[in-house]
Nanobody, 116 residues
Framework: QVQLVESGGGLVQPGGSLRLSCAASGFTFSTYGMSWYRRAPGKGRELVAHITATGSSTTYAEFAKGRFTISRDNAWNTVYLQMNSLKPEDTAVYYC?????????WGQGTQVTVSS
């Protein structure tokens, strides 16, 4: 059974940092590209960052460049999102997504709230 379980969300003050994790199981993690998406209140889901299956290449949304870092550990079947210099507009539910050929899998999401 495929599972993607996000963790690490929470409440943080503006300027703070959080590290999100997404633990994968039930599929061959090392052959899937992995992405982080987010959905802010009242908005659609948007791509935050993507990392290729080997981790050799990453891409970021403009708002994430310079502040967020996506990484993965294929030995632990986990993808991470390090978020620094957080802003109130980063408040959203963050989801991880696995992409492998025609197969895609989503996690349930973790809430990130940036507020003083």
């Amino acid at each position: 059974q495929v599972q993607l379980v996000e963790s690490g969300g929470g409440l943080v003050q503006p300027g703070g940092s959080l590290r999100l994790s997404c633990a994968a199981s039930g599929f061959t993690f090392s052959t899937y590209g992995m992405s982080w998406y987010r959905r802010a209140p009242g908005k659609g889901r948007e791509l935050v960052a993507h990392i290729t299956a080997t981790g050799s290449s990453t891409t970021y949304a403009e708002f994430a460049k310079g502040r967020f870092t996506i990484s993965r550990d294929n030995a632990w079947n986990t993808v991470y999102l390090q978020m620094n210099s957080l802003k109130p507009e980063d408040t959203a539910v963050y989801y991880c997504k696995a992409i492998g050929g025609i197969a895609t899998h989503w996690g349930q999401g973790t809430q990130v709230t940036v507020s003083s």
